[in-house]
């Protein structure tokens, strides 16, 4: 969907961030054809390029193959660079092309910093608010390779005043029910020290008995702590909460009812987190399956409904719970915002080597599409298709809807919490072009 277009404030020093990435470019460019000429500068662009272009086709042979093409595709993958590296050095082009590189990355940051927004629209809202009365704690001790047992999160949170439930194969399966009796037995805040996909089942619980919701970054890799800002090295930082806290609004995504926190994926890696294999060993489980996946025609034919714009036959589909910062196509990056009151959504398409090499372009790639919207309907040539919700496995029934309630969940958080730094920002020349001549640009968002 299209958003309407906004206008960017700017103040002098944005303009001349966005003057100096101009300056920067030129110089990465002028270098080189200085230092060298125009035919070596000519040559060192082709080899660059041409390397680059090698060595991301052997890297998608690499995943979709197997066997001898696999192992050959991954030695090409690692010879090309080095092959580049020593014909510069054979050309005495090696400290041309390190100048080069070295302006480009400052061309980058001086981009980044003159897009960078004011400090007003990167944060979300706090709230202030007073400490709990009752809360209660629902801790994983097998979360993070144990982490609540290492940072001693139970006898902290005690001492704070909290009521803690570990949770076991006891009662895992009944969570759900033990955070609404909570609640019906005074509890006025819930929280979570476990993974992303039990922090989302008690949010919806929380999201439904309008109580503070508390997240403790005691999972593996803590993907919505991170968007919250809290510190994911330390989980114990994330109980000053309880006595030192604000209150966010953020939204709450669903899928076929279920309620999300990060993001659930279709396709590929959806096939991949199924796998029984993968919570033993992720690396070698994705390694044995890609190739299967990635052929052509390889499992349920896809068709993602986004707002007005059909997608028909994707290999992955990613929605998340407000977009991802750039352009991630993984859902690993930050989102700097959770309260937009849209979903995410990016669709990849890879069917070929050729359109392996076009996804280094993004946005403009073929087989890439990015979008915002409030509904995203997934169907398929089939009954039932695997779903990854919060990085758990599901069989939902298709069609698959997924929707967003905006400001559904208040999070209680730390007053001081170290991650609230905003993602940086693409860098868009024609953003930076305007910005540097006009101190204004308008920009839409699509």
């Known amino acids: ?34 230092s060298a000429g125009v035919l070596s500068t000519m040559g060192v662009l082709l080899i660059g390029v041409g390397g680059t272009v090698v060595c991301v086709a052997a890297l998608y042979w690499f995943l979709a193959g197997r066997g001898p093409l696999r192992w050959t595709a991954l030695a090409v993958a690692v010879l090309v660079p080095l092959s580049v590296f020593v014909m510069f050095v054979r050309a005495h082009l090696l400290a041309v092309v390190i100048a080069s590189l070295v302006f480009a990355a400052l ?10 927004r004011r400090k007003s629209t990167e944060v979300m809202l706090e709230i202030p608010a007073t400490p709990p009365n009752r809360p209660v704690l629902f801790m994983n001790p097998r979360s993070g390779n144990g982490k609540v047992a290492r940072f001693d999160l139970r006898h902290k949170a005690e001492k704070l005043g909290a009521e803690v439930v570990l949770l076991d194969e006891t009662n895992f399966a009944d969570v759900d029910e033990l955070a609404r009796r909570a609640v ?35 999972g593996t890799r803590n993907h919505f702590a991170m968007d919250l800002g809290l510190d994911r090295d330390d989980p114990a930082r994330c109980l000053d909460a309880l006595h030192d806290g604000v209150d966010i609004r953020i939204d709450l995504g669903r899928i076929n009812g279920r309620a999300f926190v990060n993001n659930v994926s279709f396709g590929v890696y959806a096939e991949v987190v199924r796998s029984p294999a993968y919570r033993d060993d992720k690396t070698r489980t994705v390694l044995k399956m890609l190739p299967d996946l990635l052929a052509v025609q390889s499992g349920p034919n896809l068709v993602a409904q986004i707002g007005d714009v059909t997608v028909r036959s994707p290999q992955a589909v990613l929605v998340s719970n407000n ?63 695997s779903v990854g919700v919060d990085g758990e496995s599901f069989l939902l029934t298709t069609p698959v809807r997924c929707g967003i309630e905006a400001g559904a969940l208040r999070v209680r958080v730390p007053r001081e919490r170290p991650g609230t730094r905003p993602a940086e920002p693409s860098v868009d020349w024609v953003r930076l072009r305007a910005l540097a001549k006009f101190g204004a640009v308008r920009r839409a968002s699509s």
């Open 1 to 34: 969907m299209t958003e309407s277009m906004i206008v960017e404030d700017a103040t002098p020093g944005r303009r001349w961030w966005a003057r100096a990435a101009f300056a920067f470019a030129f110089l990465a460019v002028i270098v080189p054809l200085v």
């Open 107 to 116: 061309a980058t940051t001086c981009g980044r910093a003159a897009l960078r």
């Open 184 to 218: 019906m037995d005074g509890a006025d805040l819930l929280g979570v020290a476990g993974g992303d996909g039990t922090q989302a089942r008690i949010a919806a619980i929380a999201a439904e008995t309008r109580v503070p919701f508390m997240v403790i970054s005691a």
């Open 323 to 385: 977009r991802y910062g750039g352009s991630d196509l993984a859902g690993m990056s930050r989102r700097d915002r959770l309260d937009r009151g849209l979903l995410g959504v990016v669709t990849v398409s890879v069917a070929g080597t050729a359109q392996a090499v076009s996804l280094l372009r993004r946005a403009h790639a073929r087989g890439l599409t990015q979008h915002e919207t409030s509904e995203v309907i997934v169907d398929a040539d089939a009954p039932e298709i």
